[in-house]
C-alpha cells in the first residue's frame, strides 16, 4: 500500500511539472494574441477580407505580428545588455524556483542549444545497485551531492550524499536520462549502448 501511494504521489508530482508549465504559456499566448486583435483591428478593418479559412483576419495578423515581435525580441537578446539583464533574472528570481536550472538545462539540450547549465548524468551505487543520477554539486574532493530521479515521474526524487567511488560517468544527456525514467526503462538498452565506460571520477 504505502509504494502504491508512493507511487502514485511521485506520478500527480510529475504530471504538475509537466501540466503547469504548458497551461502558463497557453494562457499567456492566448492573452497576448487578443490583446493585439484589438490593437490590430482598425487596421483590419480595411481590409476586403473578414475570415481566411475559418479563421478571423484580425487574429491572423494579430499572430503574425506576435511572431514578428518573438523574432525582434531574439535578436535583442543576442546583445550583450540583454544577456547581462536575463543573467540577473535567473540568478535573483529564477534560481530560487526548484529544479529551475535543470529543466532549463534540459530544454535547451532538447531544442539543440548548446549550453553549460546540463548537468552531468552519472551511474549511483546505491546498495549493490547501480541508479541512474544526476550530479548537482561537489561538496570536496570526495563527497557530491546527487539527485536521484523517480520513474515514471522524474521531476521528484531523493537528494543524497554519495562518495566519489561509488559513481560512474555516462555520457547521456538529461533528457535521454528522463526518458529511461519516464518509460520505466522500456529502450534503455538502445540510449546506454555504448555509454556505460568505466569512466569514473
Known amino acids: 500500500m504505502k509504494t502504491f501511494l508512493n507511487f502514485l504521489k511521485t506520478t500527480l508530482i510529475g504530471g504538475v511539472f509537466l501540466i503547469v508549465p504548458i497551461v502558463i ?3 499567456i499566448f ?4 487578443e ?6 483591428k482598425p487596421i483590419v478593418k480595411e481590409l476586403p477580407l473578414d475570415t481566411i479559412g475559418g479563421v478571423t ?7 503574425t505580428v506576435l511572431i514578428f515581435i518573438c523574432l525582434i525580441a531574439g535578436l535583442i537578446a543576442k546583445t550583450q545588455k540583454a544577456n547581462q539583464f536575463k543573467n540577473w533574472i535567473e540568478t535573483t528570481l529564477l534560481s530560487n524556483i526548484p529544479g529551475y536550472g535543470m529543466i532549463k538545462g534540459m530544454t535547451e539540450t532538447a531544442i539543440g542549444i548548446e549550453n ?9 551505487d546505491i546498495e549493490e545497485t547501480w541508479q541512474l543520477g544526476i550530479l548537482m554539486d ?7 551531492t546527487v539527485f536521484l530521479p523517480g520513474a515514471p515521474s522524474p521531476m521528484s526524487g531523493d537528494v543524497v550524499f554519495v ?6 560517468k555516462l555520457d547521456i544527456t538529461s533528457v535521454e536520462a528522463f526518458k529511461i525514467q519516464k518509460k520505466l526503462g522500456v529502450d534503455s538498452a538502445a540510449i546506454l549502448k555504448g555509454k556505460m565506460g568505466s569512466k569514473s571520477f
Not at 57 to 63: N, P, T
Not at 116 to 124: A, K, R, S, Y
Not at 163 to 168: A, G, L, P
Open 25 to 27: 504559456v497557453l494562457l
Open 30 to 33: 492566448g492573452k497576448v494574441i
Open 35 to 40: 490583446i493585439l486583435r484589438i490593437l490590430v
Open 57 to 63: 483576419v484580425a487574429r491572423l495578423v494579430a499572430f
Open 116 to 124: 553549460n547549465t546540463d548537468n552531468e548524468i552519472i551511474l549511483v
Open 138 to 144: 561537489k561538496l570536496d574532493e570526495e563527497l557530491f
Open 163 to 168: 562518495k566519489k567511488e561509488r559513481i560512474k
